[in-house]
T-cell receptor, first 114, second 112 residues
């Protein structure tokens, strides 16, 4: 069975500091991995996805993530936090290309301190 | 291209009533999934439809049901509402050749 864990339900960083949100997955087959962001009272917006083409994936708003199979990790980073980055972030895994359920991690709430 | 549209955005119902939520996927997308989001349980998968057939189902009671129409629009129904059904219900669609799911804004259901 697939599962996703996110270390830290809440992370606070100073504006301009590095953002690191951790994600580990378990999957019996090489998965498709995603990071989504959710702003208050909004749906989920895709930040980036890993589909085995490259281990370092660049997404929107300056975010990137690195797939490490040996560590079963897919951590999200951004070199310099901006106030607008404050939101809830979800790591997710999908077993097959299109037609399978997405399993979400519990989410990490990111606060950015001015 | 229009995104995933969910209606209504907000809904208040009384315990014991039933409710129907609607989702229009991105044009051309044939897979529609539904998720329940609550502060305590996070994002939980309800079910997934493809070409009017339910292909996956999460671990929810039979009070939760859904269907998909020939135009890929989907509805989910919750009967005999309970206070614990208060949540944000999210719909997502996936198209052929995509790996990611595209989400709507959600329907905020409050049961009183």
């Amino acid at each position: 069975a697939q599962s996703v864990t996110q270390l830290g339900s809440h992370v606070s960083v100073s504006e301009g500091a590095l953002v690191l949100l951790r994600c580990n997955y378990s999957s019996s087959v090489p998965p498709y991995l995603f990071w989504y962001v959710q702003y208050p009272n909004q749906g989920l917006q895709l930040l980036l996805k890993y589909t085995s083409a490259a281990t370092l994936v660049k997404g929107i708003n300056g975010f990137e993530a690195e797939f490490k199979k040996s560590e079963t990790s897919f951590h999200l980073t951004k070199p310099s936090a901006h106030m607008s980055d404050a939101a809830e972030y979800f790591c997710a895994v999908r077993r097959s290309a299109s037609y399978d359920k997405v399993i979400f991690g519990p989410g990490t709430s990111l606060s950015v301190i001015p | 291209k229009a995104g995933v549209t969910q209606t209504p955005r907000y809904l208040i119902k009384t315990r014991g009533q039933q409710v129907t939520l609607s989702c229009s996927p991105i044009s051309g997308h044939r897979s529609v999934s539904w998720y329940q989001q609550t502060p305590g349980q996070g994002l939980q998968f309800l079910f997934e439809y493809f070409s009017e057939t339910q292909r996956n189902k999460g671990n929810f009671p039979g009070r939760f049901s859904g269907r998909q129409f020939s135009n890929s629009r989907s509805e989910m129904n919750v009967s005999t509402l309970e206070l614990g059904d208060s949540a944000l219900y999210l719909c997502a669609s996936t198209g052929r050749g995509n790996t990611e799911a595209f989400f709507g804004q959600g329907t905020r259901l409050t049961v009183v």
